[in-house]
């Protein structure tokens, strides 16, 4: 599942191509792709609406319209892109048609934004109040709330297992699996430690830890793993996650795999102790 690095980073690239652009209609191929409204609702309120901004909220796409908002989640293998071909895609769940770019941008040929999805695990939201979706959601790890002394605090007032606390995103927004595994290995933090044990340099530690690993996964237009999400580069620099087996980087111990919440978990036995 795309995580905040790789969310940011389809932003990023498809920002310049829509933000001002009008959706002039959508073409829905799977209704259940849709959270809200129906599909007759979406198509009717959706088609004149301008994209005001493309941003993103944990990991979620927002898209600031000029009546409503669009948030996309891609779950598991949710995809966009930008085509100019009428013919619908492998897996397309979604299309919407875009007005021509302005004058000074007509080098952009790109007619349709596209959402395919082949497990139809993603959903798209079109809202006139965000904030119900994305109000329960912790703090974002760039944000000027999440500080060291706010992360102690939180993981003390709870009692759960530091990587499921962690991947939870009304705790924390936007970290996942990978990003996760490589934050606690930074901050050499098992993933089984309970989360009111962490002292206080711990969990600057720990802090540290996950704004270097989303930083570097930004920097790196996050991970690319399968077919789905393509152009990352952040695999090439894994310390622990999907290295099993292989020597730790700092210590030279052999990463070890576990499942923690049914989620595979990579770790350091050496580096990353229980105490």
């Known amino acids: 599942m795309p995580e905040l690095p790789e969310v940011e980073t389809i932003a990023r690239a498809l920002r310049p191509h829509l933000t001002g652009r009008t959706i002039l209609g959508a073409q829905v191929s799977w209704a259940r792709t849709l959270a809200l409204p129906s599909a007759r609702s979406f198509k009717h309120r959706i088609q004149g609406q301008q994209i005001l901004e493309v941003g993103r909220r944990a990991k979620y796409l927002h898209m600031r319209l000029s009546r409503d908002s669009l948030l996309i989640h891609l779950r598991m293998t949710g995809d966009l892109s930008l085509g100019e071909a009428s013919a619908a895609e492998r897996f397309e769940r979604l ?3 875009l007005s021509r770019p302005a ?9 349709f934004l596209i959402f395919s999805d082949a ?6 939201w079109l809202t006139s109040k965000p904030g119900l979706i994305l109000d329960g959601l912790g703090p974002e790890p760039f944000s000027d709330e999440f500080t060291p002394a706010w992360l102690h605090a939180a993981l003390k007032s709870r009692r759960r297992l530091l990587k499921p606390l962690l991947l939870d995103q009304t705790f924390l927004a936007g970290l996942g699996n990978i990003y ?9 933090l098992h ?7 962490i002292r206080p340099r711990q969990a600057q530690a720990l802090w540290e830890a996950i704004r270097a690993v989303l930083e570097e996964g930004i920097l790196n237009n996050g991970a690319s793993l399968d077919w789905v999400y393509r152009g990352g580069e952040f695999q090439n620099h894994f310390r622990v996650y999907d290295q099993e087996g292989q020597p730790c980087p700092v210590c030279g111990a052999k990463i070890r795999r576990l499942v923690v919440g049914q989620r595979g978990t990579h770790f350091c036995p050496r580096c990353q102790r229980m105490e």
Do not use: Y
């Open 95 to 97: 299309r919407l048609s």
């Open 103 to 111: 004058p000074e941008e007509a080098a952009l040929t790109d007619r």
């Open 119 to 124: 497990r139809k695990f993603g959903r798209v």
């Open 180 to 188: 996760t595994d490589e934050a606690l290995h930074r901050a050499r």
């Open 191 to 197: 993933p089984l430690r309970s989360s009111d044990s």
